[in-house]
């Protein structure tokens, strides 16, 4: 017998009803929430948000720029240089009787004004030997961690950091550097995985911190320079936290006590949960404005790693490129320098309008850096047909894989 279209449409019918009443409803709680946060005052919202850390709920904390006031970018300057580092890999392959990683660094430098330039790079870096493929204490110890899956991608992240580094000191000298990574230096993956301290020591303590230490002397030294992470579609609440911890009508312990992470029974907490920051500045931020500043209000104690929580990689905005709101992460002391903050929304409004909503920097290093699918096949081939040559064992199927590569 047929479907009965009878009978499911109406089952349908009466699903779109419960649907269209639950968004309806929800945007009113939307609309709701936005009024009564943009009500709330620069000191009262500090006040409220400065136990964020304690509330059952992720929330941000913020400073002296308000909970969701607006701010239109300065013009960019005259003359000044964009730079931008992006990083693939290609990870150990168990398949493969070789051992071995590559990471693969692209970027781009555009400098505007009197004397326009452009350069680009793309530099892969094999790693084959133990020292590249293990992280290892200096404790003497024999323990260590196999450098592949999210702790290659936290060591990618970080020689992206240091390769910007390199950059930004060979830029142009005299005058302002925006320089942009792709994505969060927050780590998420690495710290879901719950490694030892010493993968910490050694990457984050020993690695990062020194580039970024060189990054600021670069600023302090000679001419401003912007750092930013810049996150596309960022998926946070952690401002939407925070308009819901100065809505709350209780204090953290009874929140915590009284309100679930998602919903509550307490009327002001549960109307203003379940939105998230994207959704926020969708509603409130035109073309090329930023949002206030915050302060991530995330607790230490939940990660493996101080960076994402610590004073100098802590604060963060929103801002509208054009065509989508993205998250951008600065280090301290870009946020701590009102002229120096102003300066790099400047430079990244002008650098996403040229790109037509993304930031031109960044689109061309992630050309310069990406590897695509068959790239990672050749990449396999080469491995299997150089091994061959030089004698050393290759599973049976190598031998016909390098009889067909047409440059063996
Ligand atoms: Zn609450």
Not at 29 to 42: G, H, S, V
Not at 217 to 239: F, G, H, I, K
Not at 383 to 390: A, G, K, P, R, V
């Amino acid at each position: 017998m047929a479907l009965d279209f009878g009978q499911t449409a109406r089952q349908m019918m009466s699903a779109m009803g419960n649907l269209s009443t639950t968004a309806r409803s929800r945007r009113q709680r939307f609309a709701d929430t936005l009024d009564r946060a943009l009500a709330i005052t620069p000191d009262d919202a500090a006040q409220r948000t400065a136990s964020a850390a304690n509330r059952p709920f992720i929330a941000a904390r913020t400073g002296p720029e308000g909970l969701l006031d607006t701010i239109p970018p300065s013009p960019a300057p005259p003359d000044w240089t964009a730079v931008s580092v992006d990083g693939s890999h290609i990870d150990v392959d168990r398949h493969l009787p070789l051992r071995c990683y590559l990471i693969n660094l692209g970027g781009c430098a555009i400098t505007y004004g009197a004397n326009p330039d452009c350069q680009f790079f793309s530099e892969p870096t094999l790693a084959t030997g133990d020292a590249d493929l293990y992280l290892r204490p200096d404790d003497g110890s024999n323990a260590e961690t196999p450098v592949s899956g999210a702790l290659l991608g936290a060591l990618r992240t970080v020689r992206e950091v240091e390769r910007m580094a390199d950059a930004v000191e060979a830029a142009p000298p005299t005058m302002p550097v925006l320089a942009l990574l792709d994505g969060t230096l927050a780590f998420w993956d690495i710290q879901r995985g719950n490694y030892p301290r010493y993968v910490v020591e050694i990457l984050v303590n020993g690695r990062l911190r020194t580039a970024l230490a060189r990054l600021r002397e670069a600023s302090r030294s000679r001419r401003p320079v912007a750092l930013a992470a810049y996150t596309s579609r960022p998926q946070t609440t952690e401002v939407a936290g925070a308009v819901r911890a100065c809505l709350c009508v209780s204090n953290p312990v009874e929140c915590t006590r009284r309100c679930s992470a998602r919903r509550s029974d307490l009327a002001q907490c549960d109307s203003a949960a379940g939105f998230d920051d994207r959704e926020l500045f969708d509603a409130l931020l035109e073309p090329g404005h930023r949002s206030p500043l915050y302060q991530t209000g995330r607790r230490a104690s939940h990660f493996a790693l101080d960076l994402a929580v610590g004073a100098e990689w802590s604060r963060f905005y929103y801002v509208n490129g054009g065509t989508e709101v993205a998250r951008v992460e600065v280090p301290d002391w870009v946020a701590e320098d009102p002229d120096l903050l102003a300066l790099s929304h400047a430079m990244l409004a002008k650098q996403c309008e040229l790109g037509l909503g993304y930031p031109v920097v960044i689109s061309e290093a992630h050309e310069q850096a990406v590897v695509s699918g068959r790239d990672r096949e050749e990449f396999r081939k080469l491995t299997l047909m150089l091994m061959e040559q030089n004698g050393l064992p290759t599973p049976e199927s190598a031998k016909t894989f390098s009889k067909r590569l047409p440059w063996a």
